[in-house]
């Protein structure tokens, strides 16, 4: 089974997405702050992690440059999920490291797709 890793604090976007996700035979962990999310991270090793950018303790930017610095969490996709839609913000995200950037409001559709494109086992 394939594991996610949702680190989101806003409780109805992260409700949407982990039980879209749990329906469709994931392992879904979830995590509503930045430092939660990373010490998720290097416990689990999910096979993918959905990221916002916006976080308390510990803000998603933070969260991209640590999972960049270890090896072993370089290979996990990172799509960030954010309201934050501005092109320079998207540019940031992927040079340090994310795999995706999905801005709010989206289908989970689109999500879905996002998701298979990186984990192509799930497809």
Do not use: C
Request: hydrophobic share 50%; aromatic share 4%.
């Amino acid at each position: 089974m394939s594991r996610v890793l949702i680190v989101e604090d806003e409780p109805s976007i992260l409700k949407l997405l982990s039980q879209n996700l749990a329906l469709r035979g994931w392992d879904v962990v979830v995590a509503t702050d930045g430092q939660e999310g990373l010490s998720q991270a290097r416990n689990m090793y999910p096979d993918v992690i959905m990221l916002d950018l916006m976080l308390p303790v510990m803000s998603g930017w933070e969260v991209l440059k640590h999972l960049a610095r270890e090896e072993i969490l370089t290979y996990v996709p990172v799509i960030v999920v954010t309201a934050a839609s501005r092109e320079e913000d998207e540019r940031r995200a992927r040079g340090l490291g994310a795999a995706d950037y999905l801005v709010k409001p989206f289908t989970i559709t689109e999500m879905l797709s996002r998701i298979s494109a990186l984990v192509p086992a799930r497809a």
